[in-house]
């Protein structure tokens, strides 16, 4: 899975789970606690269940990094 570039909206970066496969999404949506995602206004639109880029961003690390690295050492 390849990281996703996250969506700078004033000063804060974020990503949209639209972005990801939806059993990515779903892996994410279900890692989250309560009311993580949010709604963010930008140029006059809406985006809907958007997520911290930094949150985002450890659970990558957590969930595909950690793992693959893990999956290249078994023998």
């Known amino acids: 899975m390849t990281k996703l570039v996250p969506i700078s ?3 804060r970066k974020w990503i949209q ?4 496969s939806s059993k ?3 892996q994410l949506k279900s890692w989250l606690p309560v009311n993580s995602l ?3 206004l930008f140029q006059g639109m809406e985006l809907n269940e ?3 880029f930094s949150t ?3 659970w990558f ?7 693959r690295s893990q999956n290249a050492l078994d023998f």
């Not at 789970?17 to 990801?20: D, F, G, I, R, V």
């Not at 690390?61 to 793992?67: E, H, K, M």
């Open 9 to 11: 909206i004033e000063g």
């Open 50 to 52: 958007c997520v911290d």
């Open 38 to 40: 949010k709604k963010i």
């Open 61 to 67: 690390r957590s969930s595909y990094v950690s793992n």
């Open 24 to 26: 990515q999404a779903q």
């Open 17 to 20: 789970l639209s972005q990801l």
């Open 56 to 58: 985002y961003e450890y």
